[in-house]
């Protein structure tokens, strides 16, 4: 069962976003979030990505 939600590519190959998405708040409740990385997950959360329940950007 997957963990969260999914994002279909151009082959049919998914990626697992909510492992990478805690990761990358973890990072930043830290501190350690690169600038880069941290404007990534704000275009993908419309940018109120550090509040409890971002809501995901449409593609």
Known sequence: MPL???VDHC????VEICPWFAK?????RA????P???RL???LFN???TSEDPAP???
Do not use: I, M, N
């Open 36 to 38: 880069e990385h941290e």
């Open 4 to 6: 969260g939600p999914r």
């Open 11 to 14: 082959r049919r190959r998914t």
């Open 47 to 49: 940018v109120h990505w």
């Open 41 to 43: 997950v704000a275009a």
């Open 31 to 34: 501190g350690q979030l690169e």
């Open 24 to 28: 990358a708040r973890t990072k930043h």
């Open 57 to 59: 950007a449409f593609v």
